[in-house]
């Protein structure tokens, strides 16, 4: 059957069709959108905007879930087929995860719950308008109709390829990293991972340093990768530093380098990270670990753009964009006496915050669905469904390791579910996982205050201390990190324990 081309908008401005069957909404789409510059066209239900659809050619469809006749999940099927080139919101009246995961897999560019903020609701569509046209979409039935956001959240993903074949993927995660596929991607819909996507291409046009806070695991290294990306430095060197993993009395010489002899085992003359980050930018992760004697050495640097080496003589000039990053409050570290406060002003010029997991819940459909994409393709194996079970514990799972624990676990539901078509919680919370090496009296590997002091005679202080420290470090994925952030202390404490566990003859 003959179809009747739509006749594409005479006005240069981006053009929206808005439908929902709450009337009330029409003015307030008619009065916000054109305030932006972008034409928007109001209908009461599915079949008025397949009408519509017919005669207009639209770049965007906002649309309510839940309506009378074909309801969004039918137009946006519809939109799909017939017209895969418009791209589709879907509003809801319900904030159901597993809705969400079905939008998306079904071509949906974003998921977005009533009520909702209007400034939000702008800047989101403002944001997908602005994205560069793809040649082609992928629809439903197409390898790429589940189409994710293609990043970590801020997580710590090993960031992956904007899609097969190198088209876009649609995602309302509005790709903050620049053209290089192999660069990291953030996924998220929540307003303050879109307020992050917002500034940081505008921080990274700038020369001047940046300060992300962030607990573990939320994408601080990522969201550092991203502004690097997208800055002019972005063919230059991009060096990464873990301060918390720098040996204490090694500390310069790692960030400055050093002259053959300088100290006992200095064989050689090495480059520090600044000089090898010459031009590029570093990346100073957790710089609250280190000591406030280096601390004034690097403020040097950063005011007058030169170092020395260890036991060298001379200075030499340096030219590297410094982002920092901690999972403490710089201020707070000020007050305490473990950070320079003039350090902390010379990084400060942009302070950037990444929510953690537990304050972002709605994005965890996305994310998840996302981590079972990748790790689906890295196996070979074909894409899975989520039970709504195992969505239901991840909304009120209080997620201390934040995105990168997500990832784990989806990791581990996709390899345990190899011969089924769903992930379930049996496959991701599998007792089998739980490591029952401390000797925790009732098999888990938690630490509580009776099986510290379980035995014959009690323990002393130290004694609690070291099997305080070893039972967390005996957690499943619980790093020396981690385990630092769980019980208060510095990493660097928990490697000076260990080693001293060593030195008195402990097996670790």
């Keep these: 059957m003959e179809t009747k081309s739509p006749t594409p908008c005479t006005t240069s401005s981006p053009h929206i069709l808005a439908v929902d069957d709450e009337v009330m909404l029409h003015d307030v789409f008619e009065r916000l959108f054109p305030r932006e510059g972008i034409a928007v066209t109001a209908c009461s239900s599915g079949t008025e905007a397949m009408e519509q659809l017919k005669d207009t050619a639209f770049d965007l469809v906002l649309a309510t879930h839940q309506m009378p006749g074909p309801d969004g999940m039918e137009l946006l099927d519809h939109i799909q087929e017939q017209h895969p080139q418009v791209q589709v919101i879907l509003l809801s009246d319900q904030d159901n995860a597993q809705n969400a995961v079905r939008a998306m897999q079904r071509g949906a560019v974003d998921y977005i719950p009533k009520p909702f903020s209007t400034d939000e609701l702008v800047d989101r569509v403002k944001a997908l308008l602005e994205e560069p046209e793809p040649a082609s979409q992928p629809t439903a039935d197409t390898p790429n109709g589940d189409s994710l956001p293609d990043a970590a959240d801020i997580a710590a993903s090993d960031g992956a390829p904007a899609g097969k074949d190198g088209a876009p993927v649609l995602s309302s995660s509005a790709s903050l990293a620049s053209d290089d596929p192999d660069s990291s991607r953030f996924v998220g819909q929540h307003e303050s991972i879109q307020h992050l ?76 990270a600044f000089e090898q980050a010459d031009g590029g930018t570093l990346l100073l992760d957790e710089i609250t670990e280190i000591d406030c004697g280096v601390q004034a050495k690097l403020l040097r640097v950063l005011q007058e753009q030169e170092f020395q080496k260890v036991g060298a003589s001379k200075k030499k000039e340096v030219d590297v964009r410094i982002v920092a990053t901690s999972n403490r409050d710089l201020k707070e570290a000020v007050e305490d006496g473990a950070f320079r406060e003039d350090l902390y002003h010379r990084l400060a010029v942009f302070p950037l915050h990444v929510p953690p997991l537990r304050g972002r819940l709605s994005d965890i459909p996305l994310l998840a669905r996302h981590f079972v994409q990748k790790y689906a393709d890295q196996y070979g194996l074909p894409e899975k469904a989520l039970s709504p079970g195992l969505l239901k514990h991840f909304q009120t799972h209080d997620w201390p390791g934040n995105v990168r624990e997500l990832e784990n676990m989806i990791h581990r539901g996709v390899v345990m579910a190899t011969d089924a078509d769903t992930i379930t919680k049996e496959h991701v919370l599998n007792n089998s996982f739980v490591k029952d090496t401390a000797g925790a009296p009732d098999g888990s590997a938690s630490a509580t205050l009776t099986d510290l002091l379980d035995g014959e005679d009690p323990p002393t202080i130290a004694e609690m201390e070291r099997k305080l420290i070893l039972r967390t470090l005996s957690e499943e994925d619980v790093s020396q990190k981690r385990a630092a952030e769980q019980l208060g202390v510095s990493a660097r404490t928990i490697r000076n324990k260990l080693q001293e566990y060593r030195d008195e003859g402990f097996s670790i």
């Design 197 to 272: 996507k917002t500034m940081v291409p505008r921080v990274a046009q700038s020369e001047a340093p940046v300060f992300i806070h962030g607990e573990s695991g939320t994408g601080k290294e990522i969201l550092s990768q991203l502004i690097h990306d997208q800055s002019a430095r972005a063919d230059e060197p991009y060096v990464p530093i873990n301060c918390a993993a720098l040996p204490s009395d090694l500390v310069e010489s790692h960030l400055f380098g050093h002259v053959e002899g300088a100290f006992t085992g200095a064989v050689d003359d090495m480059e520090g």
